[in-house]
């Protein structure tokens, strides 16, 4: 069955960049959207965007200006870079896999906490 | 962005008690609609799709319906294992977004 393991640093400071990759067992990156899901105890499940083995894209319009969404075909890997983080960047980090057709998240890797602090 | 608003926040029930938990969108999202089940430290568990279409493996206790804007999802017979957060999430458009959460409680 498929599973998705998240990983990076668990503390990135203020203003620095945020880089989690997420990498993708019993399927291909080929073959599905991938999205990063982020939660908050305050702002709870925050959709950060989607990328596709074709190098499309989608990103929250809350986020866009800041993250970077990226497939490595050749590690089966995801990554997500989010840059001039600040304290409101804490949280937990999902990467999920997302269906075409719904556009529904049917797997998640177990998440990553990330905490934002100098 | 759509809003999607979840009501209660919290339930209390017990074993064997139907429950239904409420979800509204801010805008029409036809059957865009998906559940979830979050249990604490792990990730949200896909539950159910399109509305009301129950992902594979799902017990037949789990069940959603409605569209447009107000949608449910019903658990006829709780068990022990369904103790846990749900949450909506809408489908039909970027940004996807959640509903905060319903926390059922023992």
Same mark, same amino acid.
């Given at each position: ?13 203020? +203003? ?13 990156? +080929? ?5 990063? &899901? ?6 709870? /499940?925050?959709? &950060?965007?989607?990328?596709?083995? +074709? ?13 970077? /969404?990226? &497939? ?47 | ?25 801010? $805008? ?24 009301? !279409? ?14 447009? !804007?107000?949608?449910?999802? !019903?658990?006829?017979?709780? $068990? ?13 458009? !970027? ?12």
């Amino acid at each position: 069955q498929v599973q998705l393991q998240e990983s990076g640093p668990g503390l990135v400071k203020p +203003s620095e960049t945020l880089s989690l990759t997420c990498t993708v067992s019993n399927e291909s990156v +080929s073959d599905y959207y991938w999205s990063w &899901i982020r939660q908050t105890p305050g702002k709870g /499940l925050e959709w &950060i965007g989607y990328v596709y083995h +074709s190098g499309a894209t989608d990103y929250s319009p809350s986020l866009k200006s800041r993250v970077t /969404l990226s &497939i490595d075909r050749s590690k089966n890997q995801v990554s997500l870079n989010l840059n001039s983080v600040t304290t409101a960047d804490t949280a937990v980090y999902f990467c999920a896999r997302r269906r075409v057709v719904p556009a529904a998240f049917d797997v998640w890797g177990q998440g990553t906490m990330v905490t934002v602090s100098s | 962005d759509i809003q999607m608003t979840q009501s209660p926040s919290s339930l209390s029930a017990s074993v064997g008690d139907r429950v239904t938990i409420a979800c509204r969108a801010s $805008q029409n999202v036809n059957f865009h609609l998906n559940w979830y089940q979050q249990k604490p430290g792990k990730a949200p568990k896909f539950l159910i799709y399109a509305g009301s !279409t129950l992902q594979s493996g799902v017990p037949s206790r789990f069940s959603g319906s409605g569209s447009g !804007t107000d949608f449910t999802l !019903t658990i006829s017979s709780l $068990q022990p294992e369904d103790f846990a957060t749900y949450y909506c999430q809408q489908s039909l458009t !970027t940004p996807y977004t959640f509903g905060q959460g319903t926390q059922l409680e023992i």
